[in-house]
């Protein structure tokens, strides 16, 4: 821009880069302790996949036993996934016997991890991942397995002796707000006594819901990540549904994630059944954006080279695991499209561009280079490149300019905008 006009709204722009560096610049609230989830967890979780399967005499293979994890221990390993960040091998529900032990210690079902959790964890550390289990809040866990309450010290215990990296606590079978708010606290207190550094994953919130707003600040004091709407289903339904629960809600959920603590909208289902290829774009895409735990459920012995290819994608990876650690929202709606935004390190954006429509092909939508970053995020000029549904540079924008995408019908396109990471350079 030459224009002295131009200049002029070259001093206006940078006084707003000013404004945004303070207000985002201020560290949100603080996070729980443990130094751990700096950037959010990524691993494989059984629950979406193989929910409680026990019956491994006629489904050996998708079972909850002690084969199904070393298996995909195994895979985690030898098929990049590894490499590509996914780090923890976590249990669900159902990997405990029906009673506690004769100390009052919880015990996995003795069918079916012969070996049991101590064993399994070497192995895991053994292939350098590490392991989450499962665990809850109540009286019982929502299978009807035996709950922590009144045990939270001795369970605690008996993962780190065991040496497991990760708890997911559940809120099935609890009487009480109160009960369930100390539990969570008491529970993340006691994981802190053991001594062992445990990511401690809640869904504290989501069992808060109905009946208080929770206290975000609090709950990131105490968890390194919590879960806010239902489970997750293998279908474009539930995908909808967790993204327009979290745009609505946005207001009070995007500020509080940061580094040591996220927003977890739960697993990735993307090489499973329900999905289009599209919509397996889309939630990879708004994944990256919400700043979310990437914890996949699907079978990684039969998963198809092309979901593969997007869960191991290295720029939207790096973008979900952006060192800022700032969440992305959405900018706004017009009719079926959506567009949301994530500001990322070193002044560049993520932006995805979302087509709700369900009839009808491609949309054509334009976007205005300005209207996005809060203004500055392509100012004077930046590089665009597109990263999905596949990776294409787009070249230099200027502010002035206009950026033109063709989306597919529920596919969403992801762009970077500006940056000098490696990955889009
Ligand atoms: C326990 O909490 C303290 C203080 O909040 C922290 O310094 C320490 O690293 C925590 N330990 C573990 C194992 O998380
Ligand atoms: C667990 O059950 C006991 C006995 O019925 C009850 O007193 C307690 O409040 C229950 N705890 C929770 C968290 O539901
Ligand atoms: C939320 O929790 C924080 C930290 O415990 C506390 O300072 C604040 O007053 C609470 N907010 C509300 C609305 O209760
Ligand atoms: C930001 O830029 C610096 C300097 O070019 C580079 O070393 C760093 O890797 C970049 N950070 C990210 C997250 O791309």
């Known amino acids: 821009m030459k224009s002295g006009r131009g200049r002029q709204w070259r001093g206006c722009l940078l006084a707003l880069r000013f404004l945004f560096l303070f207000f985002w610049g201020v560290p949100g609230a603080r996070a729980l302790d443990?130094?751990?989830?700096?950037?959010?967890?990524?691993?494989?979780?059984?629950?979406?996949?193989?929910?409680?399967?026990?019956?491994?005499?006629?489904?050996?293979?998708?079972?909850?036993?002690?084969?199904?994890?070393?298996?995909m221990a195994e895979l985690m390993v030898s098929d990049g996934w590894k490499d590509a960040g996914y780090e923890y091998l976590c249990i669900d529900d159902c990997w405990m016997a029906p009673e506690r032990d004769p100390e009052g210690r919880l015990q996995a079902d003795p069918q079916r991890f012969p070996g049991g959790i101590r064993r399994l964890a070497d192995y895991v550390h053994s292939k350098g991942l590490k392991l989450g289990i499962y665990a809850d809040v109540g009286n019982k866990t929502c299978a009807g397995y035996p709950g922590s309450f009144g045990h939270y010290d001795i369970d605690a215990q008996t993962f780190a002796d065991w040496g497991v990296d990760l708890l997911k606590f559940d809120g099935c079978h609890c009487d009480s707000v109160k009960h369930?708010?100390?539990?969570?606290?008491?529970?993340?207190?006691?994981?802190?006594?053991?001594?062992?550094?445990?990511?401690?994953?809640?869904?504290?919130?989501?069992?808060?819901?109905?009946?208080?707003?929770?206290?975000?600040?609090?709950?990131?004091?105490?968890?390194?990540?919590?879960?806010?709407?239902?489970?997750?289903?293998?279908?474009?339904?539930?995908?909808?549904?967790?993204?327009?629960?979290?745009?609505?809600?946005?207001?009070?959920?995007?500020?509080?994630?940061?580094?040591?603590?996220?927003?977890?909208?739960?697993?990735?289902?993307?090489?499973?059944?329900?999905?289009?290829?599209?919509?397996?774009?889309?939630?990879?895409?708004?994944?990256?954006?919400?700043?979310?735990?990437?914890?996949?459920?699907?079978?990684?012995?039969?998963?198809?080279?092309?979901?593969?290819?997007?869960?191991?994608?290295?720029?939207?990876?790096?973008?979900?695991?952006?060192?800022?650690?700032?969440?992305?929202?959405?900018?706004?709606?017009?009719?079926?499209?959506?567009?949301?935004?994530?500001?990322?390190?070193?002044?560049?954006?993520?932006v995805a561009v979302m087509n709700l429509q369900e009839i009808g092909g491609p949309c054509y939508y334009t976007i205005a280079v300005a209207s996005l970053g809060r203004g500055i995020a392509c100012n004077p000029a930046c590089l665009i490149t597109q990263l999905l549904p596949e990776k294409r540079k787009l070249g230099f924008y200027t502010w002035t300019s206009s950026i033109k995408t063709r989306v597919n019908p529920t596919g969403t396109v992801l762009l970077q905008l500006g940056g000098t990471s490696k990955t889009t350079s």
């Open 34 to 71: 443990n130094g751990l989830a700096r950037t959010p967890t990524m691993g494989w979780l059984h629950w979406e996949r193989f929910l409680c399967n026990l019956d491994c005499q006629a489904e050996p293979e998708s079972c909850i036993s002690e084969h199904l994890f070393m298996q």
């Open 180 to 350: 369930l708010i100390e539990g969570y606290q008491y529970m993340s207190l006691a994981l802190n006594r053991t001594g062992r550094s445990i990511v401690y994953s809640c869904e504290w919130p989501l069992y808060m819901w109905p009946f208080h707003k929770p206290n975000y600040t609090k709950i990131r004091t105490y968890c390194n990540h919590w879960r806010n709407s239902a489970d997750i289903y293998d279908s474009w339904e539930s995908i909808k549904s967790i993204l327009a629960w979290t745009s609505s809600n946005q207001e009070k959920i995007v500020d509080v994630a940061g580094p040591g603590g996220w927003n977890d909208p739960d697993m990735l289902v993307i090489g499973n059944f329900g999905l289009s290829w599209n919509q397996q774009v889309t939630q990879m895409a708004l994944w990256a954006i919400m700043a979310a735990p990437l914890i996949m459920s699907n079978d990684l012995r039969h998963i198809s080279p092309q979901a593969k290819s997007l869960l191991q994608n290295k720029d939207v990876i790096a973008i979900n695991q952006d060192p800022l650690g700032k969440q992305g929202y959405l900018l706004r709606k017009e009719s079926s499209i959506e567009v949301w935004e994530r500001p990322l390190s070193n002044l560049s954006w993520a």
